[in-house]
């Protein structure tokens, strides 16, 4: 596995590799739900490619970038066990210096749900996906089903910028008893992992409700937010029941949705979802 910072390091080594090219661009401090898209990409393509890069412009001033865990020895020997090929580790000042002026903007998709609460947030992972495909060129790149809107907001960025890239999203990995895996799961502390299953849970009763023909886009909401109040750590600050392609909000009665929450336990921001019916989303 090679391990390159610059630019020019990555266009050497990227020369070098077999094709086609299957790219996974990560923050850091690993865990199985990324392995699992390096796995795909593995499975997928001749080469594999990962970036590790906290991004700091998707972070509002009062967010966690700072915080955000980092380990970058314990990524790289995942990713060396995972059978990467190269691993592309920029520096901020590299891929925003001085004077950086340039945005990426996905407009409507962008607004709701996270959008809401955090409105800066996609217009710095749209710049910053865009700078890492026009420095990668991948055949294909692989997301997470768990940042669902994020898979959305860069689908159809690609559309729109005729990005010859296939994007792939994958399932959510979760841990054994439910709990989407995620780097900020290591914020909690015993009591407020236990609570955090109340995210799967209510996603969990959702989705039972729907298998058993409830189809009332208001009361699926309503199923969620039920096992999150029975929760006293928990605090929702949305659930939605939306369109899973224009992420539109959906009232009475639906045949594919996409459920998803934001939910603080303690001071932990912890999102998840679940796609319900038949999308291809």
Request: glycine share 6%.
């Amino acid at each position: 596995m090679k391990i390159v910072e610059s630019f020019g390091d990555l266009q050497k080594a990227l020369g070098e590799l077999k094709q086609s090219v299957g790219f996974v661009p990560t923050m850091g401090y690993l865990h199985d739900g990324h392995l699992s898209l390096v796995n795909k990409a593995k499975e997928d393509c001749g080469s594999v490619v990962v970036s590790i890069f906290a991004n700091p412009i998707q972070f509002a001033e009062d967010e966690d970038i700072d915080n955000y865990p980092r380990d970058i020895d314990r990524d790289l020997n995942l990713l060396i066990d995972g059978g990467t090929d190269l691993v592309w580790i920029p520096t901020v000042k590299s891929m925003y210096p001085e004077d950086f002026q340039t945005w990426v903007n996905v407009e409507k998709v962008s607004i709701p749900l996270e959008g809401k609460f955090r409105p800066t947030h996609f217009r710095g992972v749209t710049t910053v996906v865009s700078k890492l495909f026009n420095a990668v060129h991948p055949d294909k790149a692989y997301f997470g089903q768990k940042d669902a809107q994020q898979a959305v907001v860069i689908k159809q960025m690609t559309r729109d910028l005729n990005y010859p890239i296939e994007i792939i999203i994958c399932p959510i990995i979760r841990e054994p008893d439910g709990l989407a895996m995620s780097s900020r799961n290591i914020y909690l502390n015993d009591q407020e992992r236990q609570a955090a299953l109340c995210l799967s849970q209510g996603l969990l009763a959702a989705g039972d409700s729907f298998q058993a023909g409830e189809r009332d886009a208001e009361k699926l909401r309503h199923t969620v937010k039920n096992v999150i109040k029975k929760e006293s750590l928990a605090e929702l600050q949305y659930i939605s029941c939306a369109h899973p392609e224009t992420l539109k909000e959906l009232e009475g009665n639906v045949e594919t949705s996409l459920l998803s929450m934001a939910v603080f336990i303690g001071q932990t921001r912890l999102i998840d979802n679940v796609l319900l019916g038949n999308s291809k989303s």
